[in-house]
Each structure stands twice: as structure tokens, then as C-alpha cells.
């Protein structure tokens, strides 16, 4: 076989293996609120019931949170942890739920998320503008049908003179639906009013409920962030509003039937998940997401609760054809129906067994008659032979006696068939009691356990898995409601009570209470208990309460973290508050019309104005170089839309007057209360005087150098070629051969010496070293002439610097340091210094020092001092982005240190 034909087999057969091996299709799933929430939570459910029956499909699921928080360096930095944490992932797909994460992926699409399909669901109040521009993307709305559900409250309570709305106010889709019943309610034509109970704090919310009569009906849509920015979830909204009112309560969430509203037309997060997955799955099969429609219906559906129903008095009859009620009690045919049905077939089967026993009897009793009448007739013609009949009738009474011995056979088997059918009886109610253990055993399996609270005995009943949570063993606990009370926390026990007691004496509509249980090991439990009253005794007292417990530690525990990162939070705030005081930069904070709004100390110590002075001025009257106008149209406004950072030079005037150059950058921030411009202001006349010293050093220095070019030019280039023009000269005039070799001699002396001498201007000017062979040679080269001149002992390291580095890089090095070895020469007295260069993969470390009398201070100012040699030194490590820290002391000597990244600085 040839090397072609091995090589054409080796690729078929990887070819074959990694087609056996197909990665899962992956999708990925943003989710506006957070895990727990009931409405995101039936979002995931609808979602799930289509991704679980597709085997391929790998689903990543990510929560924004948007709910508890809306601090926009959190998306910012939620933004920069998406971008690291699925940078390199190929979805299929994203799915999207509520208007937030539609907003973040829009936002962002472009730089992760980009030629990916985008399905959305659960879009409040949908636009084609929320999408305009966008490709690849279709899904499903949220029309919140508010106005069907307004009206089905009118329909059903004539009496009413007004519609409480309950809406917080501070959320998007808040504001988007208050907005939308603003909108519709002159269009319903009724003398009801509406109000709006927003914009509150969770104890306002509670009074403003708790004055409410029997005069009003509440809509309630949306209450998750209270004025004070604290989170509510919808559990505990509903809970609280339950908990202090008795008035209607109607919603558009299906989340929050069974939880205290009486229904409404409610719309279906599990539907919109569900949806939302199908059209994720048609574009994995391969549909082009622009082509499949926009889902506008299928999700809202008008559904009841059966208990508060019968709470306000309304009848099944007057609802809505095609509304679905919960909790509807079961009629007497549908509970006991099965065996009514079971018990008339037996009783019609033992009516037949006894009729056709009857019947067999008859005949037999029939028989024996007509027996006897034979009898009779043959005694009456045959008296004679009496004799011969009597051992007839004998045998005759014998056969009498055997069927009556049949019949009472038959009897007994007629009693024993009643006992069993009575004992079948009696195994259908064990029958029934098995089918309520069994529902006890669906209920604990559904749980984290199940108990039943006997009234009359006071036994009290908890399921093996509950105490097996706990630690205890089941033959050291007692049954009773006494040793359960026992268990739980003393700040808890008064409310369980309490509770218990007004669930049974029907007080409460419901028994719902969240406690703390000890286990054994003496931690405390949470423990979510529900119950319902199952049984009553013949005076119609209840007598059996049956429930639920769940652990929710966890739960509890996540609350209790939540709350140390909100703590966390405010501490952070309070951090930047403290930062914006104390930093030296003047920072000034105003609206989008210029107006100053405050300014931190240095503000107003370098503008020379107090807080109130302040406060009172535009942005166009601290700059001389534009008016307020111009500010506003050429930077605030375009800040708004762009949101990056905006800078440009210009003169700020101080309140006395004066007038000073400065940086100033206009930024976009955001607080609580809205959007406001951050400007920033940065004296720069100190730079602009170092940057005249630079120049100046620099042009200084260029002179110097032509200078002692034009010397060293003079001084040793011009007797040589003069000397050398004597000897041409002479060469001329002179005949004689000996005399013509000297002069030859002597001119190529000279021009040896001035080739020589151009060498050694060119050397100092760019030596050839370090170009030919590097820096690290040409700095050997350096301080080995240093040392043989005896003016001072040098001596020089360098590790890791086998590659060279780029030319500008090696030359403003090389010039450092012999501008260092220029300064200690001329100025330290030192006897000795050390040179050291390290490199460390990215990183250049280059260290400098001698043991003279050291520089003065001033001349180690951030900016260089006064001295034109530092000045030089640290222009030419900025010219290399380095960065250079001096020390020293007198009588002490001198320090460099000195650092650079080489990612920025390889060889060309």
C-alpha cells in the first residue's frame, strides 16, 4: 500500500470515529428576575417540559436579577462575567424571558451574542421598536389583558364605587401597565373609579390597604420594589395584603391563583416558557427565525378559586363560558360514584343468586308433591299390596330425607355466600381507609412530610421522613401535641399556636406558618407547615387536621445573606460617597441642563465657592471658553446617547477671578434618582510648566550636542586633514622616490587616525555596538571603558535579556543609563556604582545605583525638579511607556528603579 492510500484511510477512519461522537446542540437561557421567583420559576417549568424530551439539547441557565438590583455598575460587571464566562461557547440559540434580559442581550448583541438566533417570551406591552434593526430574532408577547380583567370585576361586583390598583411604580413594566389602565378606563364607560395606590413604602402599602371597605375591589399588578428600593416577592405581597384586608383581591398572574385572588383573566408563565422553547426548537431544526411570526396569543386564560369565590358570594354560573375554577369542591356522584356503582352490582348479583336458589327449590318442592299425590292414588288402588308398597315408601322417605339434607346444604351455602359478601363489605372500607393512607403517602412524597393533628385525643402524628430530617429516632418520640410544641423555638410557638387555634375555630381561611423545630443535634430547622381540616365530628367540629411540612432552611438562609449583601451594599455606597469627598480631583455633579447640582471638597477648595454658592451656578460659568449652550448641545447630550466619556482642554474660572488651564470630562452617571453628568476638572498648569521645561531641555540639549559634534569635528578632524593637505602638497613638489615613500606613509597615517577619529564621533554619537550586537553589549562595552579610565569602579549584571529588544527601545535605554552614569560622575562624588538588568517574562527590571552624596529633593519631584539630566531621564521613559521611581538621600547615594512591559517593546 502507498504513503497516499495509508494516509487516505487514516482520514476516513477519523472522519468515521468523530461523526459517532455529535457535541449537544446548546442553548442558552437569560432570565430577567432571579431563581425563585414564581413567575420566572413557571417560565423554567413551560421551558423544560419541551427541552427534556429532546435528548441533544444542552440548556445553560442565567439569571439577571434585575429585581434586586438595578445599580448599573452590576450589569456592567454582570456584563463583563457573561463576556469571560461564554465567550467561546457555539449556542444555538438564546431564549430570553421579560423585558430586561431583551434589553441586555439588544444592548450587547454585538459583541458576544452576535449571529446567534434570539427568541424572547413574557415581553410587556411589545413594539416592533423594542426590536428595530435586530435579525435572527422572533418569540412570544405579554398582552396583559388588564382591561377583560377590569371588566369582570364590574360584572361581578354592580355595588362597588372603586378599583384600587396596587402598582409600585418603579419598575419598567410597573410603569407600562399603570400606564396601559390610565389608557383604557374611559373606554369602559362606568361611573367606578379608579386609584392608584404607588410610589410607597411596604408599612404605607399596608395602612392604605387596611382603611379599604366593602365599597372597593383591589387590581393588583405590579409591587416588588418598594420607594425605599427594598424587595418584595409576590408571595409575600399577596400574603400581606391577605393578611390586612377582606376586600376582593383580582390580578393578571397566574402565579397568584391559590395565593389569596379571586381570578381574573390570568396570564401563564409556564405557557410562555413553553411557547418560547417551541420556537427555539424550530430553529434548531433548521427554520430561519425571521420567517417563523411573533406569538401574540395562547397564554392568558380566565381562571378562579373556588374558596374565594364562595368568600364574596359568587357562583360558578357567574362566570364566563370556558373559565377554569380550582379548588372547586367534588359533587357526591364524582367522590362516591365508583362505589355506588361497585356496591349495586354485588347486591344485584346476590338478589339473582337468591331468586335462582328459590326457583331450584320450587321445583324440587313441586316435585314432591306430585310425589305424594302418586302416593296417595297407588295407597287408594293398592291397599292390598300395602306390604310391597311400604318397602317402596321406604325408599321412597329415604330419598325425601336425602333432598331435604340437599336443601339445608344448599341453605348453609345460600348463609355462608351473605358472610363473605359482608366480609367483602367490609373489605372495601378497608379499602377506602387504605385509599386515604395512600393519599397521606402522595402528600408526604410531595413534601418533605406529611402529619395530622387528631382534635379529640390530642395525638399528633408526623410522618417518619420528617423526623428522620430531624435526627430522632421514631421509638423515642411521643405522639402527642405537647412534645411537638416542645421542639419548637420559644420566639415561634406563641404564633403556631395562635394560628392552629384560629385555623380551627375558623377564624383564618387557611393554616400557612413557617417556624423553627429543634433536631436532635440542637440546630434549628425552618420548617414551612400547611394544613387543611379533613375530618369534623357528628356536631360538625372539625376533628382531624391534616398537613404538609417542607424544610426551608435554605430559603431562610439565602434571606439572611441577601440581607448582608444589601448591608454589603449600602457600605459600598457609602465607600464611594467617602472616595468622592476625599479624592484631590475636583468633581462637580449636574443635570442635563448644566445645572450644578453639588460639588466634593476639592471643587469647591480649588474654585474657592461653598456648597450653596455653588449650587446656584451653570456649567458655562466656570468655563471661560464656552457658555452653557454650547456645553449642553456639543457634550451633555451627545454623553446621553453615546455614554462614553467626553474631554477637552479648556480656562475654569474661580470665584475671585482668576483663571487656571484644566482637563475637563463630562461621564454619564447613574443614581437612584436618575441619570446626572459627572465632570471632572484637572488642573493642568503644573503639566503644562513641565512639558516647557521638557521642550526646553530637549532643545538645550540637541544644542549641546551639535556643539560638541562641531568640536570634536574641529579639535580632531581639521589639523589631520590639514596636515594631510601639507603632505599632498609636498608629495607634489618633491622628485625623489625615498622622500615621496615618507610623505606616502605619513598621509596614510593621517588618514588612518582621522578614519579613527570619525569612528570614535560616530560611536558617541549612535554606537555601533548597539546596533550591531544590542544593548547589553553596548552597556558592557560602556562601563568596561568607564573602568579603564579609573574615574569610578562600575560593574554590570543583566539576566534573562538573551533576545534582543525593539531599536527606540534599546537606544532611550542605553541613553538612560548612560545619562544616570553622566549625572553620578559629574555630581555624586561616588566611588563605585552597579548596574542591573533582569528580565522576567513580560517584565523589564532595570536597577541603578552608586554610594554618593545622593540628589535633593527637589530634584526628585514627581516631575523631575529643576534638573534638565532628570528631565531628560524621565521623557525618555515615557517615550517608552516605562515607569521610573527615584530614591535617594544625601550622604546616602542614589537609586533607579526602573520597570517596563515588554509585550509593547519585541524586536522588529
Known sequence: MSRLSKWLAALLLAGFALSGFAQKKKVLVLHSYHQGLSWTDNITRGMQSVFRQEKDIEVHFEYLDSKRNIDSIYFEELYQLYQTKHYDIPFEAILVSDNNALYFVRDHRDEFFKDIPLVFCAIDQFSDSLIAGMDKITGVTEQIDFRQTAELILQLHPNIREVVIINDGNTVSARINGQYIRDFWPLLNTPVRYRF???????????????????????????????????????????????????????????????????????????????????????????????????????????????????????????PEGSFIINQPPTFMQKWGIWLIVLGVFVVLLITMVLLNERRNRRKAKRLLALNRELDRRVDEKTAALRAANEML??????????????????????????????????????????????????????????????PDGAFRMSHQTWERLGYSIDKVKETIDFVDALIHPDDIALVQSKREGYIKGALDSYFIEFRIKDVRGDWVWLLSRGKILEWDGSGAPSLLVGTHNDITKRKQAEVRQRLDEERLRASENRWRSLYEQVRESIVIADHSGHIIEANAAALHS???????????????????????????????????????????????????????????????????????????????????????????????????????????????????SSLKLYLATLAKTASEERRTKVFALSEEAINEAISSIREISNNLSPQSL???????????????????????????????????????????????????????????????????????????????????????????????????????????????????????????????LTLNMKKHRAE
Not at 656 to 682: C, E, H, Y
Open 197 to 319: 395606590i404607588s410610589d410607597v413604602t411596604i408599612p404605607e402599602l399596608m395602612q392604605q390597604v387596611n382603611q379599604l371597605n366593602d365599597s372597593s375591589v383591589i387590581l393588583l399588578t405590579n409591587f416588588s420594589l418598594d420607594r425605599e428600593g427594598r424587595y418584595i416577592s409576590y408571595q409575600e405581597n399577596i400574603e400581606m395584603i391577605r393578611s390586612v384586608t377582606t376586600v376582593p383581591v383580582y390580578s393578571g398572574w397566574e402565579f397568584y391563583l391559590g395565593k389569596g385572588i379571586v381570578g381574573g383573566m390570568l396570564t401563564s408563565g409556564y405557557d410562555q416558557g413553553r411557547l418560547g422553547a417551541s420556537l427555539v426548537l424550530d430553529i434548531i431544526r433548521g427554520s430561519d427565525p425571521d420567517s417563523l411570526p411573533i406569538i401574540w396569543q395562547g397564554y392568558n386564560h380566565l381562571k378562579f378559586d373556588y374558596n374565594q369565590m364562595v368568600r364574596y358570594g359568587l357562583k360558578p354560573e357567574m362566570l
Open 771 to 897: 546596533t550591531d550586537f544590542g544593548l547589553i553589549s553596548a552597556l558592557r562595552n560602556f562601563v568596561s571603558r568607564l573602568n579603564v579610565t579609573n574615574i569610578i569602579k562600575a560593574s554590570f549584571e543583566a539576566e534573562g535579556m538573551e533576545k534582543r529588544l525593539c531599536r527606540q527601545t534599546e537606544l532611550a535605554l542605553y541613553r538612560i543609563v548612560t545619562e544616570m552614569i553622566n549625572n553620578t560622575i559629574k555630581h555624586s562624588g561616588a566611588s563605585s556604582l552597579e548596574i542591573k538588568i533582569e528580565r522576567k517574562k513580560w517584565l523589564l527590571h532595570l536597577l541603578y545605583r552608586d554610594n554618593g552624596r545622593g540628589l535633593p529633593q527637589e530634584m526628585l519631584q514627581e516631575e523631575g525638579g529643576s534638573g534638565m539630566g532628570m528631565l531628560n531621564i524621565q521623557t525618555r521613559v515615557r517615550s517608552i511607556d516605562g515607569k521610573i521611581v527615584f530614591s535617594s538621600q544625601e550622604d546616602w547615594g542614589f537609586v533607579a528603579d
Open 394 to 455: 321406604e325408599k321412597q322417605k329415604e330419598q325425601i330425607v336425602q333432598q331435604n339434607r340437599e336443601l339445608d346444604t344448599h341453605r348453609h351455602r345460600l348463609i355462608d355466600l351473605v358472610r363473605e359478601r359482608t366480609a367483602e363489605l367490609e373489605e372495601a372500607n378497608l379499602l377506602l381507609e387504605a385509599g386515604r393512607r395512600r393519599l397521606l403517602m402522595m402528600l408526604d412524597v410531595s413534601s418533605d412530610g406529611v402529619w395530622e393533628y387528631s382534635l
Open 607 to 721: 474654585l474657592r465657592y461653598d456648597n450653596l454658592e455653588i449650587s446656584r451656578l451653570m456649567i458655562g460659568d466656570l468655563d471661560t471658553q464656552h457658555n452653557n449652550e454650547v456645553l449642553v448641545q456639543r457634550y451633555i447630550k451627545p454623553l446621553s446617547h453615546k455614554k462614553n466619556l467626553l474631554f477637552f482642554e479648556s480656562q475654569i474660572k474661580r470665584k475671585d477671578g482668576t483663571v487656571f488651564p484644566a482637563d475637563v470630562v463630562f461621564n454619564l452617571i447613574d443614581f437612584s434618582d436618575g441619570q446626572f453628568i459627572l465632570v471632572a476638572i484637572r488642573d493642568i498648569s503644573r503639566r503644562q510648566e513641565v512639558e516647557r521645561q521638557v521642550l526646553n531641555a530637549i532643545i538645550k540639549t540637541e544644542e549641546k550636542e551639535r556643539s560638541r559634534f562641531a568640536r570634536d569635528l574641529h579639535d580632531s578632524i581639521g589639523p589631520l586633514l
